[in-house]
């Protein structure tokens, strides 16, 4: 009898057909004109085929509506099945919405049991999401895979964090906690997108600051983040700007420790220790007793320097990356219900401290 | 009865043996004494039989003495050379000095004896009638059972005499503990069915039990061990065999000697082994032939198996009807594509699909071997090709189901594989419904109800539930043959150990010049560590 | 008197669970599944258990345990991101908030009751059953613990009070390479762990029932406990107000009967003992 129900209500409440579903697979916030929000959507639509995979159409929809949820609802009814943006892949974010603050567009995706929260987010630097996700990029076929796979190279290659919408979610809410999220740029010439390095925010807005693709990897290292490449180019030596004063390394092994001291105001050593391996260095003789000696001590210095510079980015933004402050509330409680923090926080001293040993060099000396 | 044969000896007490025959136990007394007159012997034995046409009358000594016997039972050859060609040599006067017959006065017995196959001699003017054993056989040689088959080991199976079979086994173990218990079932039919057991591993109250079950049964006819099956069995309700069926007498033997208890009929080479257990489907008489990490692998495919068979359709269905987020990103396009345009819902789309895989698969059996090909052909092929290509099911949907009915086809009993391919369906209806709730639920239901059958008193699902560590060694693995110290828990055998060390060489090549001087027990110990 | 008392508990803590549980299913898989579908299959299902016994429940039980080998692999897998400065700092607003919310977690630990009946029933010398018990208790705590360390440590501390189901939220975004969403799995598996709770109680104030009215078989009373769970589930529904006042019932009534009636009865049944000594 139970069976017999059960037959008759198949279907009957839960039952989301996965033929007649829109997969969105990318989405794109931007302010709108009139209304709050304007929400630009990729939608493939693949044919079937008997052999081999089918045809696919793109249709990208752009709306505008108060909130991302109305806007959702308006595209909903521009197209013949259902919207459904639980298996999209990446969020990308206007630069003026995401000035303006991205939480509250995010909201839906947070509350949502169906949403997709490891998707990746990465914000358009001088221009808009919606051009972003209607760049039909020639040899990629749907913009999600594009930008997707993009983000997760840079990733793996130490440029970005690969932080997903879930860990950001944490550093989003949590005061104490910035954090970074990928810019991306149109390169109109080529019909490309570019990574363009790391923007920072300040809470839950976009500073406008960044940190720039070059410079990113000693950014993440400084962070503490290693994807399964890490690999610097630095000028070591010469005035002038020849091909042989660079030397480029791979990073083996990496370290990284923050040490916190509280007593009028917070200083903040970061320690990096690094095992490299030298991938490319023009001028060679690294055989030369003491020149390996040299090298490292070169590039401790150029890291040094190229860190404090980051380090000055990061305090003009106003951008807390490294969570000083949930440590200083975490270890020193006290000292942080005394300020307000993102008004201490430019004002701290972050010092960082390279310590860094060459272990390979190729099969070459 | 040995004890009474030497009190016998002893004690002088003369009753003299009888012939055992089971003719007697089965008579129970209904007893009709012959006369002395020939003719009114063979008279109630003609109105016994109908008159039938194939009992044949030949009239001996002129008219003073008759031969009957079924010419369609009996070998004429047998005939002659029993009977008539001692006369003729010269060797005996009369068939009535005849020594190999059996004499007896009970004209019933004539009767059974008659259809069991054997000539019956009566002569005017005496009561005694002599019975000779002429039966013809024609068996089939004990080939390998076309349903169970292995790569390596033993090709011989049982065939439909039971003699021949109880010969087959008897061969392989020669022990005097090897008890065959018969009994007549069915009181038309008469069928002999054999209960086989080895006394002093098998639990005594276990084959207490076998017994009255299979004594109790009362029905006309007895004529498949499907029937008995069902007439014995624990849990009727229920589509999971709880007997173990196999042709192989290798099989058969190994079970015996575990502890449990064969059922055998006349007529079948099927043999049922009770108790049985879930996870005694899932071995093959392979398993044991091969190394034991082959061994181990191949039955954990075949566990596997028995996932994809009850929960793949379902699965797929609710991935594709409810959850299609759990698709990761490379694979969601593709599977978009494949079901886009696909008119039924796959609940639809499924069912069908089972339900024509099992049309295919009962029409195949059924035809002779190249007919069956042919369909098996054209309905997985053809039949696959063309649904695809007119887009009333996804190819997808194809490969889930194909997949399915491949893996219940790996479960080596008949019986529970089709048992799988039967619960496919409601975990179909119920992923339908709920989604992956619905799945863990019919699951449940399955693992429940499979708890809660027993066999002969042991629990079907042994030795998981009751967790048995030391039974899982032949479970989901098959460790090597020196870790199978004990019987499995699950027969009851009264006998635990099965073997003592087994390896016992490699002991003595590592201590050299000392041979065993340790006890038994630590010199068993110190192997395992030696072979770990 | 007091078996009536029990048998209400039970009964109660179990409408709990089946609220909390259908509410769960409803949250995260099935927003659309009415209330009286996913209760009654749960309630029908652990029906069906029941119905064997006690040896066929603790022998599924003891099957079923393997899914919580899973469900802790599931959770350490996710260990991979934890934060501990999200700990930190520890003993912020005070012990009374730490034992406000040891009150909360208590509940859990109030499982233990269901020893003391079911033991009645149980053969086994008087340690044995204790270790049993002491085993239970703190592999309960290991695993909560552990589910708690992993939560409050992936979660900054101001997400953490935005989300109820933290675990489930944690495994939304993880990827395998072969499936993604872990979380549809783990409350898949989650689910039989709740038929195996659920079928405890039931089993009990079925028990609890058939002593107190003789014409109740252990099948009938089952029943009827059933289809009160079921009515009392439809009548809270998903009211959240109504679901908060019963599990604040059930807290008081599991503070009586779990450890206040234990308490009471131990020296009673000293007196008892050593009156029936005395007597001989």
Known sequence: MILTALILLTGCWDERQFKNISLVLSMGFDTGEEQAIRQTVSIPTVTRSSEGPGQEFINVLSTEAHTPREARDKIDMMISDNFD????????????????????????????????????????????????????????????????????????????????LQLLCAELIEPGIDFSVPLIELDKQNGAINFSGMGLFHEKTYTGEKISAEKSTLYMLLQGKKGKIARLTEKVSGENDEITSYATVEVNKMKRKMKLTVDDGVTADIHVNLELKVVEYPSDHLYVKGKIKMLEEQLTDVFTKESEKILTTLQEANSDVFGIGRRVKAYHPDYWNEVEWSEEYPEIAIVPHFDIKIIEHGIMN | MLMGFFKRLFFGDHTRLQDRDLAHDHNHGRKQLSSKKLSENVDYLLSNFHKSNDLKIRVLNEGNAALLYFESLSDQEKVFEKIFAPVENGQIDEISKLRSARITQNLEEV???????????????????????????????????????????????????????????????????????????????????????MDGIADPSLVQEVERRVSSIETDMVHSPGLIEEYIEDQTNTPFPQMLHTERPDRVVGNLMEGRVAIMAEGTPTTLIAPSTFFMFYQASDDYNMRWFTGTFIRLVRLFSFVIAVGLPAFYIAIVGFHFEVIPDELIIPVKASINEIAYPPIIEALVMVVIIELIREAGVRLPAPIGQTIGIVGGLVIGDAVVRAGLVSNLMVIVVALTAIASFVVPSNELSTALRLLTFPLIVLAGTMGFVGIVFGMLIIIIHLTKLQSFGVPYLAPVAPLNFGDLKDTFVRLPMFMMKTRPKDSHAIKPDALNPVRKWKLSDQQGSKPNQQPDGAEASSKKQSDR | MLSAGFVLYFISVGTLIIILYSRMISLWVLPHTPLWITASLMILVCFYMISGGLLVMGRLYTMLSVLILILFGVILYSAKEMNIVYLFPILESGWGRVFGAVNQAFFSFFGYIVSLVIYSKVIGTHKEKLKVILYAHSFVFLFYFIIVFVSFTYFSTEEITLVPEPILYMLKAFELPIIARLDLFFISIWVVNVATTFGTYLYMAGLGLSHLCPICTKTTAGIIVGIIVLALTLYVGYDIQKTEQLNQLVLRMGYAFSLGIPLIMLPLSYVRKNRYKEGE
């Not at chain 1, 358009?124 to 996700?133: F, L």
């Open chain 1, 85 to 164: 943006p639980s298996k999209v892949r990446v969020v990308v974010f206007g630069e003026e919405l995401a000035k303006e603050g991205i939480f509250p567009v995010l909201d839906d995706m947070y509350r949502d049991p169906k949403s997709n929260l490891n998707a990746y987010m990465a914000v358009v630097e001088k221009g808009t999401a919606e051009e972003i996700t209607r760049l039909r990029a020639t040899g990629e076929t749907r913009i999600s895979e594009y930008l997707g796979g993009m983000l997760e190279t840079a990733a793996s290659s130490t440029h970005t964090t690969g932080e997903n």
């Open chain 2, 111 to 197: 009767i059974t004896n008659l259809l069991g196959g054997q000539a019956a001699y009566i002569e005017d003017g005496s009561n005694k009638v002599h019975l000779f054993d002429v039966t013809s056989c024609y068996n089939r040689t004990p080939e390998e059972p076309q349903n169970e088959r292995v790569i390596r080991g033993a090709h011989d199976g049982f065939i439909e005499n039971i003699m021949i079979n109880i010969n087959l086994i008897r061969k392989r173990i020669e022990n005097r503990n090897l008890t065959v218990k018969y009994i007549k079932l069915g009181t038309y039919t008469n069928t002999n069915v054999a209960i086989i057991y």
